[in-house]
């Protein structure tokens, strides 16, 4: 696509639920990234892959995070039995390659998560 | 570990005034630094970057110099506009790394004034 899409724009959910997040990323980018960003919290590393598989999981805050890359394309982030504390506004990154070098990230609008 | 410490906003500006937003960072490579921007309703996008030592990042009449003798990389901009008015995010990676991911700073909030 034209740009890295992410569904849904806002979620508002009730404590305990799960919850999808959705990336569709630019074609033909291998790199993939999930960040997390909180008010005054700045942006929080969650989750790298490459292709399908995930190298770098060391961000994801607790066991009830999880996501996936199928096709070496679309992403799912899950949450489960979300709590107030995740409340936050949670942005997918696209790269060519391992964007973190030369190369740039390009972001989605994000999905705003919010935990009643 | 790798980390990213900027200026802590928000910082409010009269149009055609100049701009400065600190930046330091910590890293046990070598990293690339960057200056992300967030526009009201928009995604992050990069505004600039620089992979070495002394290399100057520039677009939309920003600058930064990577200063490692400091482990700096402010952000400057000699007169802002009202169309500057956005969040922006320090970041680097660690070029000695292959998983190619960015430290964030927390952001600082600029807004310009007409």
């Given at each position: 696509g034209a740009g890295v899409s992410q569904s849904p724009s806002n979620k508002v959910t009730e404590k305990g639920k799960d919850v999808e997040l959705r990336c569709d990323p630019i074609s033909g980018h291998t790199a993939l990234y999930w960040y997390r960003q909180s008010l005054g919290q700045g942006l929080e590393f969650l989750i790298y892959f490459q292709g399908n598989s995930a190298?770098?999981?060391?961000?994801?805050?607790?066991?009830?995070f999880s996501a996936e890359r199928t096709g070496g394309s679309v992403s799912t982030l899950t949450i489960q039995r979300?709590?107030?504390?995740?409340s936050a506004v949670y942005l997918c990154a696209s790269s060519?390659?391992?964007?973190?070098?030369?190369g740039e990230l390009f972001f989605g609008e994000g999905s705003r998560l919010t935990v009643l | 570990g790798d980390s990213v410490t900027q200026m802590e906003g928000p910082v409010t500006l009269s149009e055609e005034a100049f701009l400065t937003i600190n930046c330091t960072y910590t890293a046990t490579g070598y990293p690339s630094l960057f200056w992300y921007v967030q526009y009201p309703g928009e995604g992050l996008q990069l505004l600039l970057k620089a992979t070495k030592a002394d290399d100057k990042g520039s677009n939309k009449g920003f600058e930064a110099t990577y200063r490692k003798e400091t482990t700096s990389f402010h952000l400057e901009k000699g007169s802002v506009q009202v169309s500057d008015s956005a969040v922006y995010f320090c970041a680097l990676s660690d070029?000695?790394?292959?998983?190619?991911r960015l430290y964030f700073g927390r952001g600082t909030q600029l807004t310009v004034w007409p």
């Open positions: 190298p770098d999981k060391s961000g994801l805050p607790s066991d009830r979300t709590q107030q504390e995740d060519q390659g391992p964007g973190g070098h030369d | 070029r000695g790394s292959t998983l190619g």
